[in-house]
Every structure is written in C-alpha cells, then in structure tokens.
C-alpha cells in the first residue's frame, strides 16, 4: 500500500516563513534592546550602590568627627589639661585639688552625650588611667599599643568588647597638651550599637544594607546585630569580596553570604582605616533588568501574534485558487485526467489554470491514440498506426513507437527464421543422440565384462599373493629353528672345550696328589730307619711310619687309576668336540642354503605384492571407464530426450511466430 505524504500549505509555509522571520528579528531587536536596557540598568543599580556607600561613608564619618570632637573639646578643657599639667612623678593624680572637679566634668560629659560607654585619663607623669568614676588602674599607660600612636594624634582602636558592660566598643584616644608637650591622654570608649541603628535606618529596597567594617575585617556596624564584633570569614562570606576589602577597587562583586548570592561595592571612611559594603541580593539587583527584559518579550511575543494573524487571513485569501490547482496536479500525478479546473482569473493564478486545461487536454488525446495502438500490438497486429500530431516533447514518444515497431518486426522475422533452423537442427541432433545413446550402452556392456574378467585375475593374483606370503612366513620360522639351532649347537661346542680345560686342570691336580704319595712314602721309609734306630722307644712309630707308607701306596694306587679314567675321559671329550665342530659347519651350510631360499621367497612375495597392486590400478581404471561410459550412456540418452523436447518446442515456436501480422519494413 502507497504511504500518503501529506505536504504543507503554500500558505502555512508562507506564514511560517514570515512569523519566524519576524520572530527571529523581534528576537534579535530584544536581545539588543534587552542588553542595551540590561547595561543602562546595571549602571543604574551600580550609581546607586556607590550613592549609597558615599552617603553612609559620609553618616559614619560624621558621626566619628562628633565624637572625636567632643575628645578634642575635653581634652582643651581647664578642668583636663590644667590637672595634667601640674602632676609630677611620685604623686598620684588623685591627692590633688583639681581631681575632683575632673571627675565631675567627666561624668556631666558621660550624661550629656549617651553614646559615651566610659571615659578616663591618663597622666603621663604618674604613667597610670584613671577611669570616669575616679578610681585608679593598675595599668601603665605607656605600656598601652596605642601609646605611641596616640602620642601626637588621635587614634581609634578597633572593635572590642568592654569587660564590665559587655557591650561592644571602640575607643577614640587623644593627647592633652599644655601648649608645648603632651602631659597625659584621653581616652573614650564609644558604644558601636549607635552605628548599627543608623546603618539600619540607610538599609534600602528589601535586601539592601549597609554595613560596616574594620580594617582588620571585623564587622563594627551592621542591621543584623548579631553579627557585629564577628569577622568577615566566620560570617559564611565566600568569593571575591574579601579581596576587594583588602584594597577597594569601586566596582561590584559578587559574592555569597551563607549561601545567597548578593551584589556589593566596598567603599572607605575614616582615610581608609574602615571599610563600607553596600549590598543588596544579587535577585533584587537584576529585578528591575528582568522585568524590563519581560515586558519586552511580551510586547514582541503579541506584535507577532497579531502580524501572524494577519498574515495568515490574507495569505488564505490570495492562495485559495492555488489549493484547487494543487489538488488537480494531485489528481493528474495519480493518472486522473478527467478533472475540470473551474477558476478563471486574470493573473498569475489564472494563466496557470489555463494553462493546466490545455495540459490535461493535451494528455488524454495522447493517452487515448498510444493506448489504441498498443491495444492493436496486443492482438499481434503490428501494422496499427495513429494520425495524432505529436508536438514538442510529445514527439519522441512517436519516434519511440515507430522504432519499436521496426525493432519488433526485425526481432519477430529472425525469430522466425532461427526457428525454423533450430527446429531442422534439432531433428538431427536427436536422431545423432539416439545413435550415440545406443552406441554407449553396448560399450558399457563390453566394458562391464572387461572389469568382471580382470577382478576374476586380480581375485587370483591376491590368492597367489597370499599363498607366498604363508609359504615366506614358514621359511622364515623354519630358518628362526635352524638359527636357534646353531646357537645351541655352538653353545654346546662351548661347554666341550670347557670340560676338557677342567679335565686337563684335574690330570695336573692328580700329577701333583702322586708326587705328594711319593714323598709321602720317602717320608714313612726315614720313619721307619729311624724307629728301627730307635729300639724299643722307636716301635710305636714304626707301626705308624708302616700305615703311611700303605696309605702312600693306596694312594698312587688310586691315582694311576685315576689317571687312565681321565685319559680315557680325555680321549672321548676331544673325540666328542670334533664332532661337535663338524656339525656346526654342517649346520653353517644349512644356514646359509636357508637364508638363500628365504631370499628367493621374499622376492617372490613383492613381486605378488606389485602384481596384486597393479592389478587393483587396473580394476580402478576400469571401474572408472565403466562409470565413464555409463555416464556417457546416461547423458547420450537425456540429450536424446532434450533433442526431441527441442524439436517440439520449435514447432511451438514457428505457431506462434506465424500468429503476428508484420507490416513491410526493409
């Protein structure tokens, strides 16, 4: 099934093209105006955050010079520098006439002015304080840290906590003069909350504030008192600003403050020596540039609206024609050329729609004189012509049908002569089949007895073959005995030659017991001279000198014996060994007329061994002929059978060719 692609309307893309190109230039004309608004708010919010600074700068400082003024008037004061002046080293400030009055003043002072915490003084002279209520620290003044900076200036401390009150507090110090030294100093001690509260009044917009900060970063001021007397960094401030409080550059940071992102410049009072932040939350500070940034996008986001409206009302209107022209050509690409175009106009539009009429005019003259004339090829009649004038592009279809026509007549004809050809040779290619068919299966009987006849002689051959083999195994054990044989019968030559070394051995042990009997006999004849000697004392060895010429005799007795038995012994041993030597050669002989016929066997055996091999090549070769044949046999008959199937099938041919009329073309 066709997949229908449902395209766009001229007129949607139209208004598409032209609401996203006037979006994209309202985009383009906000994203500038938003940056331009962004940047003159921005400097805005900047001016206004430095206002500020210079405005609480100027509050603190002012409120730093009242009191610092207030010090200056005490200390010129006669009841101040004149005690001073007359105290002397070794005498205690309070000893004298003017301390009480001192006293006095300083507690009149303390009322008059509530941001005063406490007050006292010190006399170089005696080097101790004295606080406002008279009493006497036991506390050098020259060991102080500001001594030396107080010695010819003011000087203001940093933060710190009293220890009595507990209340946080500076103290501002000052020298007392009397014209031409310094004879003691002032000190007063000034609670900071004062500053707190009226940096708290300067706290602008919801998130704006001021606060206060001292060179060493400790908070002095601030709307949250809580955080007063706390350095910067155990107050969660993380980023930039604790640089730009090291050295104040007038721009704004941004930095966080517990975790919330706020917008601040840090400015300078008292000559540098404290630190001004005015800040506000980074949220509140790009407020007013966000809602500028959004009431432009809405008035942009509505002339586009409104401009799309429009756009698409007239659009609609002027392509309307275009949506009927549209669905005509959908209708002529899908092969429906009975469609009627009813506009009539005189633009654009309406030439198009004229122009269309005559298309589809045009078209279906020309589909109806193509689709006669094929209707006449499909009844096999080539000769069919039209009288239709093709025009322009048209024309090669006319030139395409003429030279298909031509084409197809020349291709028809030659089929036809090829037929009958092909229908001729086929005859004779089956009745050579038949012949060649017939000719292989009488081969294939001739050779089906050839290779019965030489399996019959290879069959014998193998029997032969075998017969040898048995005779060769028989001659082989026989010739094992006959050598097994010989080996015993030389062993037994062996054993000869040994019995008569060991007879010949015992006929030299016999020689030697004779010439033992004869001296043994020499030896009971000087017995017996002796005994005879002797007398009476000498007869019992007489009688034995006697037995041991008896057994000497007995014994050369038994020797000569002895000796004839072994010559005797002697004589068939060598008789014994000479035949022994005259049947191992005779079995030498045997050996070798048996190692000659095993030879003459093994020989017989491989050449049966090669005849039964050739013989087996032989049967393989005219296995191999026989299937040759029977293959050929096989395939003789089936190109018999396809000769014949081709001879019909050109007939069939030469029908159908003979059903086509074709006109006369050279």
């Given amino acids: 099934m066709k997949k229908v692609v449902r395209s766009k309307k001229l007129s949607t893309t139209l208004v598409l093209f032209s609401v996203i190109t006037l979006f994209v230039l309202n985009t383009i004309s906000a994203v500038c105006i938003s940056v331009i608004a962004g940047a003159g708010m921005k400097q805005t919010q900047d001016n206004f955050l430095q206002q500020s600074i210079r405005g609480a700068s100027n509050a603190v400082e002012q409120f730093i010079d009242k009191e610092i ?50 007050m006292g003084f010190g006399s170089l002279a005696e080097d101790r304080i004295y606080t406002q209520d008279g009493t006497r620290l036991d506390i050098s003044l020259s060991g102080r840290s500001y001594f030396n900076e107080a ?10 906590t009293d220890t009595v009150t507990g209340e946080n507090c500076i103290s501002i110090i000052t020298p007392v003069t009397d014209g031409l ?3 003691g100093m002032l000190i007063l001690d000034l609670k900071i909350a004062r500053i707190s509260e009226f940096l708290t009044q300067m706290s602008f917009d919801k998130t704006g504030r001021i606060a206060l900060i001292s060179e060493d970063n400790v908070v002095l001021g601030y709307a949250n008192t809580d955080l007063v007397g706390k350095n910067v960094k155990d107050v969660g401030v993380e980023g930039d600003l604790l640089d730009d409080l090291a050295a104040p550059s007038g721009d704004i940071v941004q930095y966080k403050m517990n975790g919330q992102s706020r917008m601040g410049i840090v400015g300078t009072a008292l000559d540098g020596r404290w630190r001004m932040l005015s800040s506000m939350s980074t949220g509140e500070y790009y407020a007013v540039i966000s809602k500028v940034i959004i009431a432009l996008d809405l008035l942009l986001l509505g002339s586009t609206v409104i401009m799309a409206a429009m756009l698409f009302a007239v659009t609609k ?10 669905a005509g050509l959908q209708e002529i690409s899908e092969g429906n050329l009975s469609i009627t175009i009813t506009h009539h106009g005189d633009d654009e539009v309406g030439a198009m729609a004229d122009s269309m009429r005559h298309c589809v005019d045009h078209l279906s003259s020309y589909i109806h004189a193509i689709s006669a004339v094929m209707e006449s090829f499909a009844r096999g009649d080539l000769t069919a012509t039209t009288d239709i004038e093709f025009k322009g592009d048209f024309l090669s279809i006319e030139h395409s049908l003429s030279e298909f026509v031509r084409k197809l007549t020349t291709l028809m004809r030659g089929i036809h002569q090829v037929s009958e050809q092909v229908s001729s040779d086929a005859e004779q ?3 050579g089949a038949q012949a060649l068919a017939q000719s292989s299966t009488e081969q294939s009987s001739s050779v089906d007895t050839l290779a019965s006849a030489v399996a019959e002689i290879s069959s014998t051959v193998n029997d032969n073959h075998q017969i040898v083999m048995n005779a060769t195994d028989g001659v082989v054990q026989i010739n094992s005995s006959i ?12 054993f000869m030659n040994e019995i008569l070394e060991k007879s010949n051995e015992i006929s030299h042990i016999i020689k030697v017991i004779e010439d033992i009997a004869f001296q043994t006999n020499i030896l009971a004849l000087n017995a017996a001279i002796e005994a005879a000697r002797a007398g009476v004392a000498g007869k019992g060895f007489s009688v034995v000198a006697d037995e041991v010429r008896n ?3 007995k014994t050369a007795e038994a020797s000569n014996t002895t000796t004839a038995l072994i010559a005797a012994s002697l004589t068939a041993v060598e008789k014994g060994t000479q035949s022994m030597e005259t049947t191992s050669q005779f079995m030498e002989q045997i050996m070798d007329e048996d190692q000659k016929i095993t030879e003459v066997f093994y020989t017989i055996s491989e050449a049966s061994e090669q005849q039964s091999s050739f013989l087996s090549q032989i049967v393989q070769s005219v296995d191999q002929i026989s299937s040759v044949v029977q293959t050929n046999s096989a395939t003789a008959e089936q190109n018999a059978a396809v000769s014949a199937e ?3 099938q050109a007939q069939k041919l030469r029908s159908m060719i003979s059903q086509f009329r074709l006109p006369d073309i050279e």
């Fill in 151 to 160: 010695m010819s200036d003011i000087y203001i401390t940093s933060l710190y």
């Fill in 317 to 326: 209107k002027k392509l309307r024609p275009v949506t009927e022209l549209c």
């Fill in 181 to 183: 030294r310094t004879t």
């Fill in 483 to 494: 050598v097994e044989g010989d080996q015993k019968m030389r062993q037994s030559l062996v």
């Fill in 551 to 553: 057994l000497a005799g």
């Fill in 429 to 431: 290619v089956s009745s």
């Fill in 646 to 648: 081709l001879s019909g």
């Fill in 69 to 118: 003024a207030i010090v200056q008037m005490m200390a010129r004061s006669d009841q101040i520098s004149a005690l001073l002046a007359e105290s002397t080293p070794g005498t205690a400030l309070s000893d004298m006439p003017r301390f009480a009055d001192t006293i006095a003043f300083l507690r009149q002072t303390m009322n008059t002015y509530p941001n005063i915490l406490n």
